[in-house]
Every structure is written in C-alpha cells, then in structure tokens.
C-alpha cells in the first residue's frame, strides 16, 4: 500500500484512499465532493420533510447544492458586511434573513428548485444549515488534518 500511496508510508504527499477510513489523509478534492453530494441529498431531505421546498430531481439538487455554495461564498460576505449595523441590533438574528435570502435567490434562478415564499425560505434554510453542520461534523472526523 505504501507505493500506491505515500501519504501511509508516514511521507510524501496526500492522497485520496479509495475507502474512507477515519484518521486517513485525504484529498481536499474528495472533501469537497463529498460535502457537495450529502449537500444535494440534503436539499432532498428538506424538500421530503418540509413542502415549502422542492426539488424535482437529485440533478437539480447538485445544481441548487451548488448555486447555493457559490451565493454563500460570492454574495454572503458581502451583505454580512452592509448589514452589520442591523445583525449587530438584532444580537445576530439578522443572519438567519441572510441565509433565507441566499436559499431563495437560488431557488429563483434554477427551474428545479422552488421555494414557496420568504417563509419557506427561512425554515428550509434553517433546515439546510443544521444539516450542513451535521455534515461538516461528520466530514471533520473523517477528513482529520496530520
């Protein structure tokens, strides 16, 4: 095993393992993939438990998985900043807002992601990030840094 991958004979670089085994060095890549795909099935989830979200297929959630990362990362940081004096009064409640709002522009610029209203985008955003947590708990275990 230590030829194929150098990472097990204790040097070299890291590799991404073909079994997940806690404790391994993997590649940030296959984190990624992986966050993203248990990202989409839980956009899947959110829409099965809660009827103001849906998702028509697995496809539109890898798509609506991934808008919504990107809103996070491009549009997010940028109304935390310009809305710090209200999510500063509101003791950080604001952000809920924020995360609705990236929720529901995502589901208004994909065909297969539809939310129903601010509402719905509120609780389906709240239900998607306590996922994401759980998902990123249980990634952290096993994608530990050596």
């Known amino acids: 095993m230590g030829a194929f991958f150098p990472a097990a004979r204790g040097g070299g ?5 073909f079994l997940f085994v806690p404790g391994r060095c993997y590649s940030p890549a296959m984190k990624l993939l992986l966050k993203w795909l248990l990202s989409a099935a839980s956009l899947l989830f959110v829409a099965y438990v809660y009827s103001g979200v849906e998702v028509q297929s697995f496809t539109s959630a890898l798509i609506a998985a991934f808008v919504i990362g990107l809103f996070n990362v491009v549009l997010r940081p940028v109304l935390v ?3 710090l004096p209200v999510t500063i009064v509101t003791v950080g409640l604001f952000l809920f807002v924020i995360n609705a709002l990236m929720f529901w522009a995502a589901a208004s610029v994909l065909d297969g992601f539809h939310v129903n209203g601010f509402g719905a985008a ?3 955003s709240l239900i998607y990030s306590l996922l994401g ?4 708990s249980a990634l952290g275990g096993l ?3 050596k």
């Open 143 to 145: 994608f530990t840094k």
């Open 13 to 17: 670089a890291c590799f991404a393992h």
């Open 122 to 124: 509120l609780l389906g």
């Open 133 to 136: 947590v759980v998902i990123e």
């Open 81 to 83: 900043v310009l809305t």
